[in-house]
Protein backbone atom coordinates (compact mmCIF):
# COMPACT_ATOMS: atom_id res chain seq x y z
CA UNK A 1 0.00 0.00 0.00
CA UNK A 2 1.67 3.39 -0.99
CA UNK A 3 1.87 5.79 1.19
CA UNK A 4 0.14 9.00 2.11
CA UNK A 5 1.88 12.30 2.19
CA UNK A 6 0.95 16.29 3.45
CA UNK A 7 3.20 19.11 2.12
CA UNK A 8 3.11 22.28 3.46
CA UNK A 9 4.04 25.30 1.43
CA UNK A 10 4.16 29.09 2.40
CA UNK A 11 3.96 31.54 -0.75
CA UNK A 12 7.53 33.89 -0.18
CA UNK A 13 8.65 34.19 -3.85
CA UNK A 14 4.71 34.80 -5.23
CA UNK A 15 5.02 31.49 -7.41
CA UNK A 16 8.50 30.24 -6.84
CA UNK A 17 6.82 28.12 -3.91
CA UNK A 18 4.15 27.13 -4.82
CA UNK A 19 5.29 26.52 -8.73
CA UNK A 20 7.86 23.98 -7.25
CA UNK A 21 5.22 21.74 -4.48
CA UNK A 22 2.45 22.11 -6.75
CA UNK A 23 4.67 20.23 -9.62
CA UNK A 24 6.31 17.87 -7.11
CA UNK A 25 2.51 16.95 -5.52
CA UNK A 26 1.55 16.16 -9.01
CA UNK A 27 4.60 13.97 -10.26
CA UNK A 28 4.01 12.22 -6.36
CA UNK A 29 0.10 11.29 -7.67
CA UNK A 30 0.72 10.16 -11.41
CA UNK A 31 3.62 8.84 -11.57
CA UNK A 32 3.76 7.11 -8.02
CA UNK A 33 0.39 6.58 -7.04
CA UNK A 34 0.99 8.58 -3.63
CA UNK A 35 -2.23 10.20 -1.98
CA UNK A 36 -1.48 14.16 -1.76
CA UNK A 37 -2.67 16.35 0.45
CA UNK A 38 -1.40 20.08 -0.11
CA UNK A 39 -1.26 22.71 2.34
CA UNK A 40 -1.20 26.56 0.77
CA UNK A 41 -1.25 29.96 2.18
CA UNK A 42 -2.31 31.94 -0.84
CA UNK A 43 -4.43 30.42 -3.11
CA UNK A 44 -4.81 33.48 -5.60
CA UNK A 45 -1.45 32.68 -6.65
CA UNK A 46 -1.80 29.43 -7.10
CA UNK A 47 -4.79 30.04 -9.39
CA UNK A 48 -2.44 32.19 -11.22
CA UNK A 49 -0.06 29.10 -11.98
CA UNK A 50 -2.94 26.90 -11.73
CA UNK A 51 -6.42 28.06 -13.05
CA UNK A 52 -8.57 25.34 -11.79
CA UNK A 53 -7.77 26.07 -8.33
CA UNK A 54 -10.49 28.19 -6.69
CA UNK A 55 -8.82 30.86 -4.65
CA UNK A 56 -11.95 30.56 -2.10
CA UNK A 57 -12.35 27.35 -1.37
CA UNK A 58 -11.03 25.88 1.91
CA UNK A 59 -10.71 22.12 0.27
CA UNK A 60 -10.73 20.75 -3.47
CA UNK A 61 -8.93 18.52 -5.25
CA UNK A 62 -7.48 19.18 -8.89
CA UNK A 63 -5.85 16.63 -10.83
CA UNK A 64 -6.01 14.02 -8.19
CA UNK A 65 -4.02 16.23 -5.57
CA UNK A 66 -6.13 16.95 -1.95
CA UNK A 67 -5.69 21.17 -1.55
CA UNK A 68 -6.28 22.61 1.78
CA UNK A 69 -6.53 26.20 2.19
CA UNK A 70 -3.49 26.49 4.77
CA UNK A 71 -5.10 29.51 6.97
CA UNK A 72 -3.45 29.57 9.99
CA UNK A 73 -1.41 28.05 12.79
CA UNK A 74 -4.95 27.01 14.71
CA UNK A 75 -6.90 23.64 14.32
CA UNK A 76 -6.48 20.22 16.10
CA UNK A 77 -5.49 17.35 14.53
CA UNK A 78 -5.80 13.84 15.54
CA UNK A 79 -3.30 11.11 14.63
CA UNK A 80 -5.10 9.71 12.08
CA UNK A 81 -5.48 12.65 10.13
CA UNK A 82 -1.68 12.26 10.02
CA UNK A 83 -0.08 11.79 6.55
CA UNK A 84 2.85 8.70 6.08
CA UNK A 85 5.42 10.91 5.09
CA UNK A 86 5.32 14.89 5.97
CA UNK A 87 6.72 17.54 4.17
CA UNK A 88 7.76 20.84 5.64
CA UNK A 89 8.80 23.54 2.39
CA UNK A 90 11.48 25.73 2.82
CA UNK A 91 11.35 25.16 6.59
CA UNK A 92 7.70 26.61 7.04
CA UNK A 93 6.31 26.72 10.87
CA UNK A 94 3.67 23.61 10.45
CA UNK A 95 1.00 23.87 12.84
CA UNK A 96 1.60 22.64 17.14
CA UNK A 97 -1.64 20.73 16.61
CA UNK A 98 -0.28 19.06 13.57
CA UNK A 99 2.92 18.42 15.05
CA UNK A 100 1.08 17.22 18.62
CA UNK A 101 -0.74 14.59 15.54
CA UNK A 102 2.33 13.72 14.42
CA UNK A 103 3.46 12.26 17.76
CA UNK A 104 0.87 10.73 18.78
CA UNK A 105 1.23 8.55 15.76
CA UNK A 106 1.84 4.52 16.76
CA UNK A 107 3.82 4.68 13.42
CA UNK A 108 5.49 7.63 13.59
CA UNK A 109 5.39 9.75 10.15
CA UNK A 110 8.29 10.65 8.21
CA UNK A 111 9.56 13.93 8.41
CA UNK A 112 11.20 15.90 6.06
CA UNK A 113 12.19 19.39 5.70
CA UNK A 114 12.53 20.01 2.01
CA UNK A 115 14.98 22.93 1.44
CA UNK A 116 16.03 25.66 -1.12
CA UNK A 117 18.41 24.59 -4.21
CA UNK A 118 22.03 25.63 -4.21
CA UNK A 119 25.21 24.86 -5.90
CA UNK A 120 27.48 25.58 -2.67
CA UNK A 121 29.14 22.23 -1.84
CA UNK A 122 28.19 22.15 2.06
CA UNK A 123 24.78 21.15 0.95
CA UNK A 124 26.14 17.42 0.31
CA UNK A 125 27.39 17.17 4.07
CA UNK A 126 23.55 18.49 4.92
CA UNK A 127 21.14 16.74 3.10
CA UNK A 128 19.42 13.75 4.88
CA UNK A 129 20.36 14.58 8.14
CA UNK A 130 18.55 14.21 11.06
CA UNK A 131 17.21 16.87 13.56
CA UNK A 132 16.13 15.76 17.21
CA UNK A 133 12.45 17.50 18.05
CA UNK A 134 13.08 19.15 21.62
CA UNK A 135 10.49 17.75 23.34
CA UNK A 136 8.40 15.14 21.35
CA UNK A 137 9.46 11.81 20.50
CA UNK A 138 9.95 13.00 16.16
CA UNK A 139 12.98 13.21 13.98
CA UNK A 140 13.16 15.68 11.15
CA UNK A 141 15.37 14.94 8.00
CA UNK A 142 16.44 17.69 5.58
CA UNK A 143 16.63 16.88 2.23
CA UNK A 144 18.28 19.23 -0.16
CA UNK A 145 17.55 19.51 -4.14
CA UNK A 146 20.88 19.74 -5.77
CA UNK A 147 23.09 19.04 -9.04
CA UNK A 148 25.15 16.70 -7.41
CA UNK A 149 24.88 12.65 -6.78
CA UNK A 150 25.24 13.45 -2.81
CA UNK A 151 21.95 15.75 -3.06
CA UNK A 152 18.27 15.28 -4.31
CA UNK A 153 18.51 16.46 -7.77
CA UNK A 154 15.99 18.11 -9.43
CA UNK A 155 12.42 17.75 -10.09
CA UNK A 156 11.69 16.47 -13.45
CA UNK A 157 9.02 14.91 -14.78
CA UNK A 158 9.70 11.07 -16.38
CA UNK A 159 8.17 12.06 -19.72
CA UNK A 160 9.39 15.32 -19.90
CA UNK A 161 12.51 15.41 -21.94
CA UNK A 162 9.95 13.47 -24.21
CA UNK A 163 7.26 15.66 -25.00
CA UNK A 164 9.77 18.67 -25.01
CA UNK A 165 11.77 16.94 -27.63
CA UNK A 166 8.23 16.08 -29.71
CA UNK A 167 7.52 19.79 -29.62
CA UNK A 168 10.50 20.80 -30.91
CA UNK A 169 10.44 18.50 -33.53
CA UNK A 170 6.98 19.93 -34.66
CA UNK A 171 7.38 23.37 -36.26
CA UNK A 172 3.83 23.65 -36.93
CA UNK A 173 2.79 23.04 -32.93
CA UNK A 174 5.89 26.10 -32.00
CA UNK A 175 4.27 27.98 -34.16
CA UNK A 176 0.36 27.32 -33.27
CA UNK A 177 1.37 27.63 -29.78
CA UNK A 178 3.54 30.99 -30.67
CA UNK A 179 0.20 32.14 -32.59
CA UNK A 180 -1.92 31.24 -29.28
CA UNK A 181 -0.27 33.63 -27.13
CA UNK A 182 -0.27 36.37 -29.87
CA UNK A 183 3.53 36.66 -31.47
CA UNK A 184 3.26 37.37 -35.28
CA UNK A 185 5.19 35.66 -37.65
CA UNK A 186 8.23 38.32 -37.57
CA UNK A 187 8.49 38.31 -33.70
CA UNK A 188 8.22 34.06 -34.18
CA UNK A 189 11.13 34.70 -36.45
CA UNK A 190 12.88 37.00 -34.61
CA UNK A 191 15.55 36.15 -31.85
CA UNK A 192 12.72 35.47 -28.94
CA UNK A 193 13.72 36.42 -25.56
CA UNK A 194 11.82 35.43 -22.38
CA UNK A 195 12.26 38.16 -19.25
CA UNK A 196 10.68 36.30 -16.09
CA UNK A 197 12.55 38.17 -13.97
CA UNK A 198 12.77 40.56 -10.17
CA UNK A 199 11.33 43.61 -10.08
CA UNK A 200 14.76 45.44 -9.70
CA UNK A 201 16.31 43.55 -12.77
CA UNK A 202 18.08 46.08 -14.87
CA UNK A 203 15.69 45.96 -17.80
CA UNK A 204 15.58 48.97 -18.89
CA UNK A 205 19.29 49.02 -19.98
CA UNK A 206 18.52 45.45 -21.40
CA UNK A 207 16.18 47.04 -23.68
CA UNK A 208 17.65 50.20 -24.90
CA UNK A 209 20.73 47.43 -25.90
CA UNK A 210 17.90 45.52 -27.82
CA UNK A 211 16.47 48.55 -29.35
CA UNK A 212 19.69 49.87 -30.78
CA UNK A 213 20.67 46.27 -31.63
CA UNK A 214 21.84 45.09 -35.19
CA UNK A 215 19.19 42.26 -35.41
CA UNK A 216 15.31 42.15 -34.19
CA UNK A 217 14.75 40.68 -30.79
CA UNK A 218 11.21 39.76 -29.38
CA UNK A 219 11.04 39.76 -25.69
CA UNK A 220 8.01 37.99 -23.93
CA UNK A 221 7.12 39.34 -20.87
CA UNK A 222 4.80 37.87 -18.27
CA UNK A 223 2.14 40.41 -17.10
CA UNK A 224 3.29 42.06 -13.69
CA UNK A 225 6.84 41.25 -14.39
CA UNK A 226 9.38 44.38 -14.85
CA UNK A 227 5.86 46.24 -14.67
CA UNK A 228 7.62 49.96 -14.94
CA UNK A 229 10.28 48.93 -17.31
CA UNK A 230 7.26 47.53 -19.52
CA UNK A 231 5.01 50.40 -19.47
CA UNK A 232 7.96 52.72 -20.22
CA UNK A 233 8.84 51.15 -22.96
CA UNK A 234 4.84 50.44 -24.57
CA UNK A 235 3.83 53.96 -23.09
CA UNK A 236 0.86 52.20 -22.16
CA UNK A 237 -0.55 49.93 -19.43
CA UNK A 238 1.66 46.61 -19.70
CA UNK A 239 -1.70 44.39 -19.60
CA UNK A 240 -1.34 41.03 -21.15
CA UNK A 241 -1.32 41.61 -25.27
CA UNK A 242 -0.19 45.28 -25.22
CA UNK A 243 3.16 44.98 -27.74
CA UNK A 244 5.00 47.60 -29.15
CA UNK A 245 8.21 47.84 -31.72
CA UNK A 246 10.98 50.55 -31.11
CA UNK A 247 13.90 50.03 -33.34
CA UNK A 248 14.96 46.26 -33.20
CA UNK A 249 13.23 45.68 -30.09
CA UNK A 250 9.64 44.46 -29.75
CA UNK A 251 8.20 43.52 -26.19
CA UNK A 252 4.85 41.70 -25.81
CA UNK A 253 2.85 41.43 -22.47
CA UNK A 254 2.12 38.04 -22.23
CA UNK A 255 -0.80 36.41 -20.09
CA UNK A 256 0.13 34.19 -17.31
CA UNK A 257 -0.06 30.63 -18.01
CA UNK A 258 -0.27 27.11 -16.75
CA UNK A 259 2.70 25.33 -16.17
CA UNK A 260 2.54 23.18 -19.19
CA UNK A 261 2.37 26.25 -21.41
CA UNK A 262 5.16 27.77 -19.48
CA UNK A 263 7.68 25.33 -19.90
CA UNK A 264 6.54 24.97 -24.10
CA UNK A 265 7.22 29.05 -23.95
CA UNK A 266 10.90 27.71 -22.28
CA UNK A 267 11.25 25.58 -25.09
CA UNK A 268 10.30 27.77 -28.18
CA UNK A 269 12.53 30.82 -27.42
CA UNK A 270 16.49 31.06 -27.83
CA UNK A 271 17.25 32.65 -24.61
CA UNK A 272 15.67 32.35 -21.44
CA UNK A 273 15.59 34.37 -18.27
CA UNK A 274 14.27 32.95 -15.37
CA UNK A 275 13.97 33.56 -11.62
CA UNK A 276 13.92 31.68 -7.95
CA UNK A 277 13.98 28.04 -8.46
CA UNK A 278 11.09 26.41 -10.69
CA UNK A 279 11.86 28.42 -13.62
CA UNK A 280 15.37 27.89 -12.73
CA UNK A 281 14.98 24.11 -12.76
CA UNK A 282 12.66 24.31 -15.86
CA UNK A 283 15.06 26.45 -17.59
CA UNK A 284 18.01 24.01 -17.42
CA UNK A 285 15.47 21.28 -18.79
CA UNK A 286 14.64 23.85 -21.76
CA UNK A 287 18.38 23.18 -23.10
CA UNK A 288 18.72 26.47 -23.93
CA UNK A 289 20.78 28.88 -23.11
CA UNK A 290 19.48 30.88 -19.94
CA UNK A 291 20.07 33.65 -17.46
CA UNK A 292 19.24 33.10 -13.94
CA UNK A 293 18.19 35.99 -11.78
CA UNK A 294 18.57 35.02 -8.11
CA UNK A 295 16.30 35.73 -5.34
CA UNK A 296 18.21 38.26 -3.69
CA UNK A 297 19.27 37.74 0.54
CA UNK A 298 20.45 39.85 2.87
CA UNK A 299 23.71 40.50 2.99
CA UNK A 300 24.13 39.50 -0.57
CA UNK A 301 24.26 35.71 0.37
CA UNK A 302 22.82 35.29 -3.22
CA UNK A 303 25.85 36.15 -4.20
CA UNK A 304 27.85 33.77 -3.19
CA UNK A 305 25.06 30.83 -4.40
CA UNK A 306 25.24 32.65 -7.48
CA UNK A 307 28.79 32.14 -8.31
CA UNK A 308 28.35 28.55 -7.20
CA UNK A 309 26.29 27.85 -9.31
CA UNK A 310 28.33 29.21 -12.49
CA UNK A 311 31.00 27.97 -11.80
CA UNK A 312 29.69 24.70 -11.15
CA UNK A 313 27.75 25.19 -14.50
CA UNK A 314 30.90 26.40 -16.28
CA UNK A 315 32.64 23.21 -14.83
CA UNK A 316 36.24 25.24 -15.29
CA UNK A 317 35.98 25.27 -18.93
CA UNK A 318 37.21 28.27 -20.63
CA UNK A 319 35.96 29.73 -23.78
CA UNK A 320 34.46 33.11 -24.97
CA UNK A 321 30.89 31.28 -24.41
CA UNK A 322 31.45 30.99 -20.64
CA UNK A 323 32.87 34.38 -20.09
CA UNK A 324 29.99 35.68 -22.03
CA UNK A 325 26.98 33.75 -19.42
CA UNK A 326 29.10 34.48 -16.51
CA UNK A 327 29.72 38.14 -17.38
CA UNK A 328 25.92 38.62 -18.34
CA UNK A 329 24.71 36.93 -15.51
CA UNK A 330 26.44 38.59 -13.03
CA UNK A 331 25.98 42.09 -14.14
CA UNK A 332 21.90 41.23 -14.75
CA UNK A 333 22.12 40.18 -10.85
CA UNK A 334 24.07 43.55 -9.71
CA UNK A 335 27.39 41.35 -8.39
CA UNK A 336 29.66 43.32 -10.95
CA UNK A 337 28.62 46.66 -12.04
CA UNK A 338 28.64 46.71 -15.79
CA UNK A 339 26.64 48.81 -17.93
CA UNK A 340 27.54 48.08 -21.21
CA UNK A 341 24.45 45.96 -22.16
CA UNK A 342 25.18 46.12 -25.93
CA UNK A 343 28.73 44.46 -25.62
CA UNK A 344 26.76 41.86 -22.83
CA UNK A 345 24.00 40.98 -25.05
CA UNK A 346 26.36 41.02 -28.75
CA UNK A 347 29.08 38.74 -26.51
CA UNK A 348 26.44 36.24 -25.14
CA UNK A 349 23.86 36.20 -28.37
CA UNK A 350 26.76 35.50 -30.49
CA UNK A 351 27.22 32.22 -28.13
CA UNK A 352 23.88 30.76 -28.09
CA UNK A 353 24.92 28.01 -29.90
CA UNK A 354 27.79 26.81 -27.63
CA UNK A 355 26.11 27.64 -24.74
CA UNK A 356 23.32 25.21 -26.48
CA UNK A 357 25.48 22.92 -26.28
CA UNK A 358 26.85 23.04 -22.66
CA UNK A 359 22.79 23.40 -21.82
CA UNK A 360 22.69 19.74 -22.86
CA UNK A 361 26.00 18.20 -21.69
CA UNK A 362 24.80 19.72 -18.63
CA UNK A 363 20.99 18.29 -18.70
CA UNK A 364 22.97 14.79 -19.37
CA UNK A 365 25.41 15.31 -15.76
CA UNK A 366 21.53 16.41 -13.98
CA UNK A 367 19.94 13.18 -15.47
CA UNK A 368 22.71 10.89 -13.87
CA UNK A 369 21.66 12.25 -10.31
CA UNK A 370 18.13 11.05 -10.71
CA UNK A 371 14.94 13.22 -9.95
CA UNK A 372 13.96 14.56 -7.06
CA UNK A 373 10.86 13.10 -6.14
CA UNK A 374 11.64 9.44 -6.70
CA UNK A 375 14.78 10.15 -4.87
CA UNK A 376 12.81 12.08 -2.36
CA UNK A 377 10.26 8.38 -1.93
CA UNK A 378 13.46 6.40 -1.99
CA UNK A 379 14.56 8.16 0.73
CA UNK A 380 11.24 8.37 2.88
CA UNK A 381 10.84 4.48 2.71
CA UNK A 382 14.57 3.86 4.09
CA UNK A 383 13.39 5.44 6.94
CA UNK A 384 10.19 3.30 7.31
Known sequence: MNPTLALFCKVVDNYGDIGICWRLARQLVREHGIAVTLWVDDLKSFERICPQVSPDAPAQEVEGVAIYHWRDQEGTWFPEDVADIVIEFFAVDIPPGYVTAMAQRQSKPVWLNLEGLTAEEWVEGCHTLPSMHPRLPLTKHFFFPGFTARTGGLLREALLLEERDRYRGDPAAVSTFLGKVGLTAAEQAACKVSLFCYPHGPVAGLFDAWRQGGSPVACLVPEGVARDEVRAFLGADPVAGAVHTQGMLTVRVLPFVPQPDYDRLLWACDVNIVRGEDSFVRAQWANRPFIWHIYPQDENLHHKKLRA????????????????????????????????????????????????????????????????????????????
Open 309 to 384: FISRYCNGEAGPQFEALERFTLAFNGVEENTDWQGLWQSLSGSIDQLACRSANWQNAMLENGDLASNLLTFARSLR
